[in-house]
C-alpha cells in the first residue's frame, strides 16, 4: 500500500484512518482510531516516489529515531512506526488547534503577547534540550499550543540527538533548515549547537514583532551565506512600537557567533518572562542597518567564523546554568546571608557563563489584611528589594547576569519552589538558620525547599550572633506557634 492510494477508512498498521487533515510535499497527516486507544491521534505517512530528493526518506527515518525517545508536555505522546519494508508510518498524539503560523498574519502583536509565545516556547526548547536533541528547524509551522498554555514542538526529521546517529550530517553535507530560520552555523553545516534554536526562535520573534522576515527568504546557498555578513532592519525601525527590551532580546538571538547569543533556552525564557530585568545595550537603541563599508569588513572576515567545539548538548547546559541564590535580608541573619554570599562566589567561579537570580521571600499572613508597608508608612517590597540588591553587591557580577525578585507568600519554601520550577532553575543555594524544637516540629524553609525543589539544592549554614538571636527568639516562637494553630484550624475545618 503506498501513500497516495490511502482513503478514508482504510487500515494501517492496526489503524484505521478517519480523515486526511493535511497533504504536504513530504508528508500526507492521517486523523486516526485504534480500538484499544482512546487519545486523539494521528499519523504521518511519508510520500515516496521515484526521483523523490532521498533526504525526505531520511528525513523520515530521524524522526522515526527520535520521537520514541522524548517525553513531556511539550512533546506529541509517540504512539507506533512502520517500517519501510513494507509501509513506514509514525503515529502520534493529536494536538488540536492551528500552529503559531496563524499568527503571523495579525502581526506585529503587542510586546507581551510576543513575550509569552516566546517565553513558551523558549521553555519547550530547554526542555527539548535537557533530553540531549536539538530541533534545527525550529519554524511557526512547528509549533502547537496545548489548551493547558504549553508550547509544543513537533516534525523532528532533521533533529540531531546526542545519543543516536546524526544521518542528516552522515548522509548530506548541504545546509539543512528552512532558509528563513536556518542559523549562521547550519550554513556552515554545523548541528552541535543547541543555540542554533535560539537564533530560530529569534527570527520567530522577529517576524511577530516586525510583520517581516529579518533574511527573506533566500534560495540559494550563497543567499543563505549572507546572514553570516550582512545584517539586517532593526525592529524598531520597522515597529515603532516595539519596546527597547524587546529589540536587545531578539537582536541578541539573531548575533551570528552563538556565543553571543542566550547560553540557553531557559535564559531567554527567563529574559522574556521578566522584561523589567532586561539590561539594554546598545542593541536595544539601534535605528537602522550598518553601513556598508562595515559589511564589506565582515564579508571580508565571514569565513574565520568557525564552528563550536563539537560536545554533547548536555555538557553545554551545564556550562550555562540559571542559580538561583534564596536570601533572607533580616538583620539576625547577617552571618548567614554572608556565607550564602561566598558560596555563591565560590560556584561564579568555575561557572563562567552561569546567571544568577537573586530572589527574597516577603511573608504574608496567611488570613487577615496585608497592607504592604512599615509603621512609617514606607512600602515593604521596596525595601526587601534594596536590601536584596544591598547584598549582592559585593558579588561584583555584571548587571546582565544578574536579577533580582521580591516573592511575596505565606509560605517562603513554596515561593521558592514554584520560583525555582517555573524559571528552569538549574541550582538553589540556601541558607538554614539553627535548630530548634519549634523548627524541628514544623519544618525549615530550607529543608522544604531541599525536599521539594526541582534542581540542585546547596544548603549554607552560618553563625547567628547570640546577642541578636536572643532578642527575637521569643517573639518568633509566639508567631511560630500562632501560625501552626491557625494552619492546623483551618486544615481541620
Not at 494536538?95 to 509569552?116: F, H, M, T, W, Y
Not at 554533547?312 to 538583620?331: E, F, G, Q
Request: net charge positive.
Amino acid at each position: 500500500m503506498v501513500a497516495e492510494s490511502l482513503s478514508a477508512g482504510a487500515f494501517l498498521g492496526g489503524f484505521k484512518l478517519v480523515k486526511r487533515i493535511h497533504a504536504g510535499g513530504m508528508a500526507t497527516i492521517w486523523k486516526v482510531t485504534r480500538e484499544d486507544l482512546s487519545l486523539p491521534m494521528v499519523m504521518k505517512v511519508p510520500r515516496l516516489k521515484d526521483g523523490d530528493d532521498p533526504s525526505f526518506i531520511v528525513s523520515f527515518e530521524v524522526e522515526q529515531m527520535v520521537l520514541p525517545k522524548l517525553s513531556g508536555p511539550h512533546v506529541p505522546r509517540f504512539i507506533a512506526s512502520g517500517d519501510f519494508s513494507q509501509q513506514p508510518f509514525l503515529v502520534m498524539e493529536h494536538i488540536p488547534g492551528g500552529s503559531l503560523e496563524s499568527r503571523l498574519p495579525e502581526a506585529p502583536l503587542p510586546p507581551d503577547k510576543i513575550a509569552g509565545i516566546g517565553a513558551k516556547t523558549a521553555a519547550a526548547l530547554h526542555d527539548l534540550h535537557c533530553q540531549r536533541v536539538i530541533h534545527l528547524d525550529l519554524t511557526p509551522d512547528n509549533i502547537l499550543f496545548r489548551k493547558s498554555g504549553e508550547a509544543v514542538l513537533i516534525d523532528f526529521g532533521l533533529s540531531r540527538h546526542d545519543q543516536l546517529p546524526d544521518l542528516m550530517a552522515e548522509e548530506f553535507h548541504l545546509p539543512m533548515g528552512t532558509a528563513p530560520y536556518i542559523s549562521p552555523e547550519q550554513v556552515l553545516n554545523v548541528r552541535s549547537d543547541s543555540r542554533s534554536d535560539i537564533f530560530a526562535l529569534g527570527v520567530i520573534l522577529y517576524e511577530l514583532s516586525t510583520g517581516e522576515q529579518p533574511f527573506g527568504d533566500p534560495k540559494s546557498k550563497a543567499g543563505l551565506r549572507r546572514r553570516l555578513y550582512v545584517d539586517f532592519v532593526p525592529p524598531r525601525a520597522l515597529n515603532k512600537e516595539c519596546p527597547r527590551w524587546l529589540q536587545e532580546i531578539v537582536l541578541r538571538c539573531l548575533e551570528v557567533d552563538p556565543a553571543k547569543r542566550y547560553g540557553s533556552a531557559a535564559q531567554l525564557a527567563f529574559a522574556l518572562q521578566h522584561p523589567e530585568q532586561v539590561v539594554l545595550t546598545p542593541r536595544a537603541e539601534r535605528g537602522r542597518r550598518d553601513s556598508h563599508w562595515t559589511i564589506f569588513k565582515r564579508w571580508m572576515n565571514y569565513n574565520k567564523f568557525g564552528p563550536s567545539a563539537n560536545r554533547s548538548i548536555a555538557r553545554h547546559l551545564d556550562t550555562v546554568p540559571i542559580v538561583m541564590a534564596a536570601v533572607d535580608t533580616s538583620p539576625e541573619m547577617e552571618a548567614l546571608s554572608d556565607s550564602l554570599r561566598k558560596a555563591v562566589k565560590r560556584i561564579f567561579r568555575t561557572e563562567r557563563n552561569a546567571r544568577l537570580t537573586c530572589v527574597t521571600v516577603r511573608k504574608t499572613p496567611l488570613v487577615g489584611l496585608d497592607l504592604g508597608v512599615d509603621e512609617a508608612g514606607q512600602n515593604l517590597h521596596v525595601q526587601f528589594l534594596i536590601e536584596l540588591k544591598h547584598w549582592a553587591r559585593a558579588l561584583e557580577i555584571p548587571a546582565d547576569r544578574i536579577s533580582f525578585h521580591v516573592l511575596e507568600f505565606p509560605d517562603p519554601a513554596a515561593a521558592l519552589v514554584n520560583y525555582a520550577r517555573a524559571n528552569h532553575v538549574d541550582h538553589i543555594v540556601i541558607g538554614a538558620r539553627g535548630s530548634s524544637t519549634l523548627r524541628r516540629f514544623l519544618g525549615s524553609v530550607s529543608s522544604q525547599v531541599v525536599a521539594e525543589a526541582p534542581c540542585t539544592v546547596t544548603v549554607v549554614r552560618g553563625r547567628i550572633r547570640p546577642e541578636i538571636m536572643e532578642q527575637v527568639a521569643k517573639p518568633r516562637v509566639r508567631r511560630g506557634i500562632v501560625y501552626y494553630y491557625m494552619v492546623y484550624l483551618l486544615t481541620s475545618l
